[in-house]
T-cell receptor, first 115, second 110 residues
Framework: SAVISQKPSRDICQRGTSLTIQCQVD?????MFWYRQQPGQSLTLIAT?????????ESGFVIDKFPISRPNLTFSTLTVSNMSPEDSSIYLC????????????FGPGTRLTVT | KQEVTQIPAALSVPEGENLVLNCSFT??????LQWFRQDPGKGLTSLLL?????REQTSGRLNASLDKSSGRSTLYIAASQPGDSATYLC?????????FGGGTRVLVKP
């Protein structure tokens, strides 16, 4: 399975600032996903990122708040913009692998605290 | 919209007991279903994937069943160990989108 790394692993940020989270995969993958896990909650899909096209956002998430880049088949970034304490969460990227069935593998996550 | 429920929310058992974790989902038109494990403050580890055409999948001490028509999956963990303590998440896939349940937090006491 793919090995996924994320940077930073954690950060504490002030409200009103932005943070860019990086996701690096050790193999080329078509589909990458970004999830949010709020404290005590389960995971919610933010958006799907395909290389060479605009990210597709889920209901409740907008590009101005969570811009995503996908410059190649092994890398993606998620920016959390104009942060507020409500953005304090773990942010995880995942990739889809396989010829079918498609299994998703997750990175270790980025723990963000906004003060 | 897919909704996923996991029961129980928490479970505490002595070492050696078998674990039964339940997952129900509202939309039976799923592509597959994954079970994950999450340790505190960590990412997710994929445990098992069951295709929609399968009834069962096994990996070591883990066995997952799927009844797609009734919207249920069950994860069985045999002979539990303290290292099995974690939160277990089920996630049915509709297309390539996973919808997660709230998880079952498991504590296995030595």
């Amino acid at each position: 399975s793919a090995v996924i790394s994320q940077k930073p692993s954690r950060d504490i940020c002030q409200r009103g600032t932005s943070l860019t989270i990086q996701c690096q995969v050790d193999s080329q993958v078509t589909m990458m996903f970004w999830y949010r896990q709020q404290p005590g909650q389960s995971l919610t899909l933010i958006a799907t990122a395909n290389q060479g096209s605009e990210a597709t956002y889920e209901s409740g998430f907008v590009i101005d708040k969570f811009p995503i880049s996908r410059p190649n088949l092994t890398f993606s970034t998620l920016t959390v913009s104009n942060m507020s304490p409500e953005d304090s969460s773990i942010y995880l990227c995942s990739v889809e692998e396989g010829q079918g069935p498609y299994e998703q593998y997750f990175g270790p996550g980025t723990r963000l605290t906004v003060t | 919209k897919q909704e996923v429920t996991q029961i129980p929310a928490a479970l505490s058992v002595p070492e050696g007991e078998n674990l039964v974790l339940n997952c129900s989902f509202t939309d039976s038109a799923i592509y597959n279903l994954q079970w994950f494990r999450q340790d505190p403050g960590k990412g997710l580890t994929s445990l098992l994937l069951i295709q929609s055409s399968q009834r069962e999948q096994t990996s070591g001490r883990l066995n997952a069943s799927l009844d797609k028509s009734s919207g249920r999956s069950t994860l069985y963990i045999a002979a539990s160990q303290p290292g099995d303590s974690a939160t277990y998440l089920c996630a049915p896939a509709t297309g390539n989108k996973l919808t997660f349940g709230g998880g079952t937090r498991v504590l296995v006491k030595p």
